[in-house]
């Protein structure tokens, strides 16, 4: 079944043939995880929030218009559930009041707190391939599907983010040096 394309995936699950979804959630969880974790800047939300569109998803299956263009539909789904989680998050924490942020105890971690805040800095779709590519190791055509884009886009965001960084850490005193 891993062989089978999107489409042919997603017409035998409308036919209810449970183990296509499946498949196509084990293809897409960790490129959801990833493009949520970069809006969420939180894991296990992140994770949450892959769920969550992962089951909109499934109820939603019927109304998908063009069952090949299932990643980028996903991807859809997945980035405003995220979304919407962001908006909500100040009132929660405002109920569970954040811990306070320690300072970094030494270089090291002076260095992956700027990495940390310069990938913070990025508008939305360069940090979602950020994400996407450096820490979920995604190659540039599982992106491209995702995000229902070209290789070439992503390859420009890419860089552009690269650049990005390596300028707000120059900025921080930081070399950015085989940071990526």
């Not at 999107?6 to 409308?14: E, G, H, K, P, S």
């Not at 499934?58 to 263009?69: F, H, I, N, T, V």
């Not at 405002?94 to 300072?103: C, H, K, V």
Request: proline content about 5%; some cysteine; hydrophobic content about 35%.
């Amino acid at each position: 079944m891993t062989g089978l394309d999107d489409q042919t995936l997603v017409q035998r699950a409308l036919r209810a043939d449970p183990e296509s979804f499946g498949e196509l959630c084990r293809r897409y969880y960790p490129a959801l995880v990833a493009m949520a974790d970069s809006i969420l800047l939180d894991h296990h939300l992140a994770e949450d929030a892959a769920q969550e569109a992962l089951a909109e998803a499934c109820r939603g299956l019927k109304r998908l218009r063009r069952p090949e263009s299932f990643g980028s539909w996903l991807g859809s789904i997945c980035r405003n559930v995220a979304k919407d989680m962001l908006r909500q998050l100040p009132k929660q924490r405002n109920l569970g009041r954040d811990p306070p942020r320690q300072e970094p105890a030494c270089e090291a971690d002076y260095r992956a707190a700027a990495l940390t805040e310069a990938v913070q800095q990025l508008p939305p779709h360069q940090r979602e391939v950020i994400f996407m590519r450096f820490y979920n190791e995604m190659s540039y055509r599982q992106m491209a599907k995702v995000l229902g884009s070209t290789e070439q886009t992503i390859d420009g965001r890419l860089r552009r983010a690269k650049k990005s960084i390596a300028a707000y850490l120059r900025r921080k005193g930081l070399g950015s040096h085989g940071v990526l």
